[in-house]
């Protein structure tokens, strides 16, 4: 096993010769780390950012509910942050090898949003991937972090998104330079990747290691107490949605217009892969005559869902559109009668309130958060189970009885992000004090 899976895992004691090794080889320098204090008074927090799913030049839709999000914690002020994004090492960008050729387009540093984004790469073997990421990315972590180091960067705590690989690597490091580190679960880190021993191993230990857990619904959270973390250390901050990007449009009839739309329009938002459903909501067009369904995402099943859209005698009403940039969505949602998000496994789907503060209502599987988001019958419906008979179903109840799409933007203005907002620096805010023997106040 590469690095060895007891090596990172293992404490060394401070100030011990054996300890002055280890740090050699790790090659990170006491980075204004040591134990971590709350910021003196007048100044903002400063967090280091670490995610694989984070946006870049190349591919801009990635991830960008982290970045979303991120956006609106420094727009309050309180804090800043630079991110480290890893990215896959490819070598070539011929657009023939597709997502891995955007990896190798990705800059290696950007500013994004005004936020400075450093995206090492870090090596990825197909088919052996999951098993060797955490250490692959912990080197990546570790050169990108001594590079802000010789900068002259200093940083408070850790703000790390999914559990694994990257929560387990945030943890590593966080107990390495002595800061605290708060992990966000996001949905199939705690309901998928925990199936395999290995990664199961190593998210435990990253749940027991963090100093605070964040879920981004009611549903994450059991998810996560369930595979063990302590209830206390999990706190639940939803996704929230940017009011002022996603509203109706002015003119609905000449957007679908642009689009070319006359009659029932359905739209599904997501990559094209088995989990998120795809193949359900096609499946349920030869029940729903007249209706044209919108694909907007990219992914290895689009040849798999073109055929079957051919093989069930649709294709003429199915349009997979690949990625569409992030401001493109407004339009696509204004134009659309539902939404359909088929996946069953979610923390909480950004597109669902993206779609109901355009006006448009949702018809969600049972993922965790989309009976948090869906509350509400301007809202949309939430199946019991997925299939192409209960979305045909649900979609046909929604357009012979549609809401109003003011109502339907009214209930998606109750999820902004200020509430989020101020729940993270609440609790980084305790996570410092808590550190800095300050208890938690």
Not at 28 to 41: E, I, K, L, M, N
Not at 306 to 329: I, K, M, N, T
Not at 397 to 417: K, N, S
Request: glycine share 10%; with cysteine; proline share 8%.
């Amino acid at each position: 096993m590469p690095f060895g899976i007891d090596a990172p895992l293992r404490p060394v004691s401070s100030g011990s010769p054996a300890a002055a090794v280890a740090e050699r080889r790790r090659g990170v320098q006491d980075s204004g780390t040591g134990p971590a204090a709350p910021p003196a008074a007048g100044r903002s927090m400063r967090l280091l950012t670490f995610s694989t799913l984070y946006p870049n030049a190349a591919q801009p839709a990635h991830g960008v509910f982290v970045e979303n999000r991120l956006r609106h914690l420094v727009a309050s002020g309180e804090a800043s942050s630079t991110v480290i994004a890893p990215v896959p090492w490819f070598p070539l960008r011929s657009e023939r090898f597709g997502t891995w050729a955007r990896y190798a387009r990705a800059p290696r540093e950007e500013t994004r949003h005004g936020l400075h984004v450093l995206h090492p790469r870090f090596f990825a073997p197909p088919r052996i991937g999951m098993w060797t990421a955490p250490w692959m990315l912990q080197r990546a972590a570790e050169a990108a972090l001594r590079r802000l180091t010789a900068q002259g960067f200093a940083f408070d705590a850790i703000d790390a998104h999914y559990l694994y690989p990257d929560g387990v690597v945030a943890a590593w490091l966080g107990r390495r330079l002595g800061k605290p580190v708060v992990i966000t679960a996001r949905g199939s880190d705690t309901s998928l990747l925990p199936q395999f021993a290995l990664p199961r191993r190593l998210i435990l230990q990253a749940l027991d290691e963090a100093d605070a857990l964040i879920a981004v619904s009611s549903g994450l959270r059991d998810g996560l107490v369930a595979l063990g973390a302590p209830p206390e250390k999990v706190s639940v901050l939803r996704n929230g949605v940017d009011l002022s990007v996603f509203r109706p449009p002015l003119d609905r009839a000449r957007a679908r217009a642009a689009l070319g739309i006359e009659g029932p329009m359905l739209l599904s938002v997501g990559l094209l892969i088995e989990r998120k459903g795809h193949h359900h909501t096609i499946s349920a067009l030869p029940r729903l005559p007249g209706c044209t369904l919108l694909i907007a995402g990219e992914g290895p099943d689009r040849e798999a869902l073109a055929a079957l859209a051919a093989r069930l005698g649709v294709a003429d009403r199915v349009r997979l559109l690949g990625a569409r940039p992030h401001g493109e969505l407004p339009a696509l949602y204004g134009a659309a009668d539902a939404l359909v998000l088929a996946s069953t496994r979610e923390g909480w789907a950004n597109v669902m309130l993206e779609s109901m503060a355009c006006g448009t209502p949702v018809v969600a599987g049972p993922a965790w958060g989309s009976r948090e988001a869906i509350c509400a019958p301007e809202a949309g419906i939430v199946l019991d189970d997925v299939s192409a008979d209960a979305i045909a179903q649900a979609v046909a109840a929604v357009l012979a009885a549609p809401p109003a799409r003011d109502a339907t933007r009214a209930h998606a203005e109750r999820f902004g992000w200020e509430e989020t907002t101020a729940g993270q620096l609440a609790l980084f805010r305790r996570v410092l004090a808590a550190r800095s023997g300050g208890g938690v106040t």
